[in-house]
């Protein structure tokens, strides 16, 4: 169904190739999953198969890939969408329509499908999904998981023999996997070939027919699904990968005992403007060296219990002591910072340097203070570069660096390892607990087990 | 199976062509008129068309803007300083005019599916290009301000926050703080969108046939001829109780 052979890849915007003498064949009906750290490649290869590589992200491409018995090269993405169904990783921007059964539709509407067929297969995709209940809805008013279900009936409904989709869980709390599991089941089971680039494998494991892990652009080993299966954490982790059995996973940082305390929350509620309470009489303390953990499903209110407690929104109800003194939201601001999920909200000047004195009080030591930080988080090198020109990563670092030089007492992330292979999940889980060492009270929500085990002191179920 | 969900009142349900040549004519009216009673006339037609549309919430917000707007005139008038009280009315007008953008825009784009505002526009021989970036702006503005909620959560707690004093003291910094990021965003935004676009067949050279049709019924004629007749007509009508017409 797929044959990648010998191909060497690369982007026009970079200087290595992304992919380096690369074979892989692809039988009809196998579920594939791509396997590697952030920048292995393993994106590279599902843009080969829809053929957004080269003909969208314009690079060399040598060697030859040849989908359906077409070769891409000869071909047009258009050519290949009969053939090829794409999922993204980000459920906010592959969207096109604001209502969901024209986004169903859509692929069916393009291909100049008669009328008739096209509601005939919108209707098929959406009762062989389960998706009934999101029916004629806004895609505005659904959560990121139920768009990612959206997205796979949209691909499903123009029924192509290949659906790839690149990291589909990024962004999806533990529910929503499993909704993405069951659909990714069905899709299986109606005998489509599928290839899926993940970080997380747990939801998959069962799933898969074959896994190819992916390091600098080069197959690192190829292995039949029984084979990754039987893989330990440990081996897994050794290879930069996620874990794979999260049971076995133990918590190791959970013996703490706080004794400065930093916020305290009493009997807190919220609700927004003409709707019911979306918690009540919540109660929280944080301590001085503390990593507290937010767990809960999407749509209780975790990155609203984040925003109340930097200030950026109000309480409805109940009080909030910060080091002891009731503090009102503006007085919350000047204490706290809030590092986004997504770090491009949070940059606004035109150099990383320029970045951390934003804002900041220009007292005697803030220039030496703001390379201190830099090298603290690995970032002095870049000092000139432009931050959009950053990785996500030292996007997220950049974020952080600002709360150090705000002296914020208490820091807040939102969700900081979504879309995360296991290193660089380590390495934020580190630098909380460097943070925390420091003096810092940090308040984490997360979807990520594997990253709450490892670093979280306590954790609090919403 | 009904795919749809509740189908909406003809207005809500008007064909986007027509919905566009409403827009048109009324901003151009709007725009052009110099009288504030035909300008409230006109306001007063656009209400209709929001209200009618049940757009309860925009609508009523942005009577109150309007209405504000009509009293900020009238305190103007008050003013003792001839070039001062120019310019003051002057910029009062200029932001009531400008709103009638919004206001249209809000009506238009409710309701609008973009499914079909594509093929109207294919309908229309509009260039593919164009149908294709016009399809994504209005894909992209209801995002805009969760977006840019993000953002000003981040001024905030930065200490660069978007309040009357920043913008009086440094308007040029805090513009560029609040846009920067949302350019960027845009930019990602845009390009992740056309991918995805792209693999689903958006510029494929065969026709596209949407699944609901996209014809103009006689209530979308009968409904842009009244509304046509009521937008000249009430020009027609002020001028000659005006005199100036004959």
């Known amino acids: 169904m797929i044959r990648i052979s010998n191909v060497n890849f690369k982007y026009s915007s970079s200087d290595d190739n992304a992919l380096c003498n690369f074979d892989l064949n692809i039988t009809k009906g196998e579920f594939i999953v791509l396997l590697g750290k952030s920048g292995c490649g393993k994106t590279t290869v599902t843009r080969l198969i829809n053929a957004l590589a080269p003909d969208f992200y314009d690079g060399e491409l040598s060697g030859d890939v040849i989908v359906d018995e077409m070769n891409t090269k000869e071909k047009t993405i258009q050519d290949l969408s009969h053939s090829v169904g794409s999922v993204f990783q980000d459920p906010r921007s592959q969207f096109f329509s604001m209502d969901t059964t024209g986004e169903i539709a859509f692929s069916c509407e393009n291909a100049g499908l008669p009328k008739e067929e096209s509601i005939e297969k919108v209707k098929r995709a959406i009762t062989e999904l389960k998706i009934e209940r999101l029916l004629g809805k806004s895609v505005f008013e659904l959560s990121s998981g139920e768009k990612q279900l959206v997205a796979i009936a949209s691909v499903y409904a123009r029924q192509p023999q290949i659906i790839v989709l690149d990291e589909p869980s990024a962004n999806l709390d533990n529910d929503s996997v499993e909704m993405l599991r069951d659909r990714l089941a069905i899709l299986k089971k109606q005998g489509h070939t599928i290839v899926v680039s993940e970080h997380r494998t747990h939801y998959i494991k069962d799933l898969c027919d074959r896994v190819v892990i992916i390091n600098n652009g080069e197959i690192m080993s190829k292995m039949s699904g029984d084979e990754f299966r ?100 503006k007085d919350r601001i000047k204490h706290t910072y809030f590092v986004m999920q997504d770090s491009d909200y949070q940059l606004f000047t035109e150099s990383v340097e320029n970045e951390i004195y934003l804002g900041s009080k220009k007292d005697k030591n803030y220039q030496e203070k703001g390379i201190e930080i830099l090298k603290l988080m690995d970032l002095y090198y870049y000092i000139n570069r432009h931050p959009a020109s950053l990785s996500g990563g030292q996007k997220q670092r950049l974020s952080i660096a600002v709360s150090y030089m705000k002296d914020a007492d208490i820091i807040c992330f939102d969700e900081p390892t979504s879309g995360l292979d296991y290193n660089s999940m380590i390495n934020v889980s580190n630098l909380l607990k460097t943070l925390a060492n420091q003096g810092k009270a940090i308040v984490v929500t997360t979807h990520d087990y594997e990253f709450l085990a490892n670093c979280c002191t306590s954790i609090f179920d919403m | 199976m009904n795919l749809y969900g509740e189908k909406g009142n003809f207005i809500e349900e008007l064909d986007p062509r027509m919905k566009l040549l409403i827009v048109i004519l009324i901003t151009v009216m709007t725009f052009i008129t110099e009288s504030t009673v035909l300008f409230m006339y006109y306001y007063a037609l656009i209400f209709v068309l929001i209200f009618t549309s049940k757009l309860y919430k925009s609508g009523g917000r942005l009577l109150l803007f309007i209405s504000v707007l009509f009293i900020l005139q009238l305190l103007g008038q008050n003013i003792q300083n001839k070039g001062f009280r120019d310019s003051y009315i002057a910029i009062v007008i200029l932001i009531q005019r400008l709103s009638v953008f919004v206001a249209m825009g809000v009506w238009a784009s409710s309701k609008m599916k973009v499914g079909t505002f594509v093929t109207a526009l294919e309908n229309m021989r509009v260039p593919k290009g164009m149908t294709i970036t016009t399809a994504v702006v209005l894909r992209y503005i209801p995002t805009v301000k969760q977006e840019f909620y993000y953002i000003r959560s981040t001024m905030e707690l930065r200490g660069i926050g978007l309040n009357f004093k920043n913008i009086i003291l440094h308007p040029i910094k805090t513009f560029e703080y609040s846009f920067v990021p949302l350019i960027i965003r845009c930019m990602t935004i845009a390009d992740e969108l056309s991918a995805s676009a792209m693999t689903r067949g958006l510029d494929l050279d065969t026709k596209r046939i949407p699944i609901i049709d996209v014809k103009i019924k006689a209530v979308d004629v009968v409904v842009t001829v009244a509304v046509v007749f009521l937008v000249v007509g009430g020009m027609i009508a002020y001028k000659k109780l005006n005199g100036e017409l004959l």
Not at chain 1, 243 to 270: C, H, M, P, V, W
């Open chain 1, 230 to 329: 039987a893989l330990s954490n440990a081996n897994l982790n050794a290879m930069g990968l996620r874990s794979l059995n999260l049971e076995k996973i133990d918590r190791q940082n959970k013996y703490f005992a706080g004794t400065e305390l930093t916020l305290e929350l009493e009997n807190i509620s919220f609700n927004y403007k003409n709707s019911d309470d979306l918690f009540r009489n919540l109660n929280l303390k944080l301590h001085k060296n503390e990593i507290l953990g937010i767990v809960g499903e999407n749509g209780k209110g975790k990155t609203t219990l984040l925003e109340i407690i930097c200030g950026l929104r109000k309480q409805t109800g109940g009080e909030i002591r910060i080091n002891g003194k009731k503090c009102k939201a």
